[in-house]
């Protein structure tokens, strides 16, 4: 239980709020975000690169999400957003390998929210392949080819890459977001979560002048 809260920023937010960053129209390295040395490369060079890292057991990753929904509405053309699941242990591994399945099989984006929901919502426990399986037939996946994709080399390929992306951003807790593989945006830098979405907005207009 230690281990978890301090992988998942047990400290993440004292409540400055929105208001304290009203004002701010430049933010600074070192102190609102810090540079990923080296810069790591973009799987699409003539768009900004934007990575949300999560756990979905991760309480503030759940709380992340009202704010981020709102911002996703809204994101430029030449914005590149995705998300990538974090695995510092086996338990964060079994949700990963549920998000990549979700993804293959076309359902993410109608679950997603949803599986925050049960799990810090309703609290419950969906931390092994037949309850996921279980909690993915809601949106009409066969149980049995959930599973089979679950174990495929597809996703065992992508939780392997995972594992390698996210250490070499050198991401220690969650939520995080990365900008252009250049930037790494933490909670305890930002301090909230508008303000992890300001510093986002800030570096990507950087990165789109510079292109």
Same mark, same amino acid.
């Given at each position: ?65 009202? #704010? =981020? ?7 430029? !053309?030449?914005? @590149?957003?995705?998300?990538?699941? +974090?695995? *510092?242990? %086996? ?22 929210? #949803? =599986? ?7 609290? !419950?426990?969906? @931390?092994?392949?037949?309850?996921? +399986?279980? *909690?993915? %037939? ?74």
């Amino acid at each position: 239980m230690r281990k978890f809260w301090l992988v998942c920023v047990v400290m993440f937010f004292v409540s400055f709020g929105h208001a304290a960053f009203a004002n701010e129209t430049e933010f600074a390295e070192g102190v609102d975000y810090q540079l990923i040395k080296p810069a790591q490369a973009t799987d699409d060079s003539s768009r900004v690169e934007v990575i949300e890292i999560f756990w979905y057991g991760c309480p503030h990753c759940h709380r992340f999400e009202p #704010a =981020l929904g709102p911002w996703l509405k809204n994101v430029p !053309k030449d914005v @590149n957003f995705y998300r990538l699941p +974090a695995i *510092f242990n %086996a338990n964060w591994e079994v949700h990963a390998r549920a998000y990549f399945t979700a993804d293959i099989l076309g359902v993410v984006e109608k679950s997603h929210g #949803a =599986l925050f929901h049960q799990m810090h919502v309703e609290h !419950k426990s969906l @931390n092994t392949v037949e309850k996921l +399986a279980k *909690f993915y %037939a809601k949106y009409g996946v066969d149980e049995a080819l959930f599973k089979k994709t679950y174990r495929s080399f597809v996703v065992n390929t992508k939780v392997a890459r995972t594992k390698d992306m996210v250490q070499r951003y050198g991401v220690t807790g969650v939520p995080a977001l990365v900008v252009e593989g250049k930037y790494l945006i933490t909670g305890p830098m930002a301090q909230s979560y508008e303000n992890m979405l300001k510093i986002t907005d800030y570096l990507v207009a950087k990165e789109r002048k510079a292109k």
